[in-house]
T-cell receptor
Framework: ETGVTQTPRHLVMGMTNKKSLKCEQH?????MYWYKQSAKKPLELMFV???????ENNSVPSRFSPECPNSSHLFLHLHTLQPEDSALYLC??????????????FGQGTRLTVV | DQQVKQNSPSLSVQEGRISILNCDYT??????FLWYKKYPAEGPTFLIS?????DKNEDGRFTVFLNKSAKHLSLHIVPSQPGDSAVYFC???????????FGQGTRLTINP
């Protein structure tokens, strides 16, 4: 149990669907992140939130829309995705963004398949 | 441009022997390096880290070595155990930056 919980664990959606991924942490951390892991590629950072404010958006297409309503919850809203968006989406949290030299805690990920 | 590279996608090691996982980086400004371990259907978990001011950090069976001149780090696991079978990710960070840069991962298999 890492303290970071992601739901759902698996998601299959059509290209015209709208769905949301949820991440929850009760570690008292102030920073949360969305990562994407495609097959045979490094983990790619998508979004960074610090104290519920987005501080980084790594050139992610607008069909991915993050939301951080409070420091414990992070959502990734998905709309009109493409098959190439199929990947493992990982949420992570850390004490704060200035302390990346402490380890981040990852959730188990959501395996997304776009059909 | 991939700043952190793990050139071996997979590695098989006999139980009890030493496992050596390698990682190369291109950005000399990286100041902190971490290794994560990932089991199937789970998120990565932190394993061990090293600051750029050090060249070695040891934690039980795990030792990380850093060679700044070669921009290379390695993770040594000795003795290797079946439970060590997993994907290992190398990651690097810049002071003041807000992210880790990950390598592609190396799948380690420990054979009985």
């Amino acid at each position: 149990e890492t303290g970071v919980t992601q739901t759902p664990r698996h998601l299959v959606m059509g290209m015209t669907n709208k769905k949301s991924l949820k991440c929850e942490q009760h570690l008292g951390h102030n920073a949360m992140y969305w990562y994407k892991q495609s097959a045979k590629k490094p983990l790619e950072l998508m979004f960074v939130y610090s104290l519920e404010e987005r501080v980084e958006n790594n050139s992610v297409p607008s069909r991915f829309s993050p939301e951080c309503p409070n420091s414990s919850h992070l959502f990734l809203h998905l709309h009109t995705l493409q098959p190439e968006d199929s990947a493992l989406y990982l949420c992570a949290s850390s004490q704060d963004i200035a302390a990346w030299n402490t380890e981040a805690f990852f959730g188990q990920g959501t395996r997304l398949t776009v059909v | 441009d991939q700043q952190v590279k793990q050139n071996s996608p997979s590695l098989s090691v006999q139980e009890g022997r030493i496992s050596i996982l390698n990682c190369d980086y291109t950005n000399s400004m990286f100041d902190y390096f971490l290794w994560y371990k990932k089991y199937p259907a789970e998120g990565p978990t932190f394993l061990i880290s090293i600051s750029s001011i050090k060249d070695k950090n040891e934690d039980g069976r795990f030792t990380v070595f850093l060679n700044k001149s070669a921009k290379h780090l390695s993770l040594h696991i000795v003795p290797s155990q079946p439970g060590d079978s997993a994907v290992y990710f190398c990651a690097a960070s810049l002071q003041g930056a807000q992210k880790l840069v990950f390598g592609q991962g190396t799948r380690l298999t420990i054979n009985p």
